[in-house]
């Protein structure tokens, strides 16, 4: 419910799954209702030092033109070798949060013991944690606890589907009440729908 009410609010929920059998449906999931998210590393800072991170995104897409644009092509090939590793770097731990242009109104965790500098970088900006708890994590420091286990894929998977269909539908409300809003004004001022 409370992820259906972020969304409602045009919220957004940053998805975070590093461990192996979390990453695939972690990009999938957040991918499919166009939310960041993290599955490779979570880089320390990301959201304390969000300038800096949102610095590195600025960098990869600077990378992506230059190659689109053909600019490599001027350089020497020790040079593109550099820079497309740099790219390569940065694709890699960045890719999820390329479109993240602020801090997230939600952060949704799959194991709170590997996330552990997440979930202390959320406390202490004060973003709510949704996370899934294992036996062997310490629920403290969660804002909605989901009892569940955070090791097998199937389960991962209902969680995060879960996760994303509530998204879905608070951005359905989100929109229909914008839509409401315009017609409303519209009506307002006399200006045809």
Same mark, same amino acid.
């Given at each position: ?12 929920? &940053? ?13 999938? @999931? =957040?991918? $499919?209702? +166009?939310? #960041? ?68 109104? &939600? ?13 202390? @970088? =959320?406390? $202490?900006? +004060?973003? #709510? ?65």
């Amino acid at each position: 419910r409370f992820v259906r009410d972020l969304g409602r609010r045009g919220g957004i929920v &940053l998805f975070v799954g590093t461990k192996k059998q979390a990453q695939e449906v972690v990009a999938r @999931e =957040a991918g $499919r209702v +166009g939310m #960041p998210f993290v599955n490779t590393r979570w880089l320390g800072g990301t959201l304390t030092n969000f300038q800096t991170i949102k610095k590195r995104i600025d960098r990869l897409q600077q990378l992506i033109d230059w190659e689109d644009q053909g600019m490599y092509e001027t350089l020497p090939k020790k040079e593109i070798l550099r820079l497309r590793h740099e790219r390569e770097k940065l694709q890699k731990h960045l890719w999820g949060i390329r479109e993240m242009t602020k801090l997230p109104d &939600l952060v949704f965790l799959i194991d709170t013991r590997k996330e552990h500098i997440a979930v202390t @970088e =959320a406390r $202490r900006l +004060g973003i #709510p944690i949704v996370a899934v708890v294992d036996s062997n994590c310490d629920p403290e420091g969660i804002d909605y606890v989901i009892p569940g286990n955070d090791d097998a894929i199937r389960a991962i998977i209902l969680y995060c589907e879960y996760a994303a269909d509530a998204c879905l539908e608070g951005a359905e409300l989100f929109n229909e009440r914008v839509q409401a809003e315009v017609a409303e004004a519209q009506a307002a001022t006399g200006a045809p729908a």
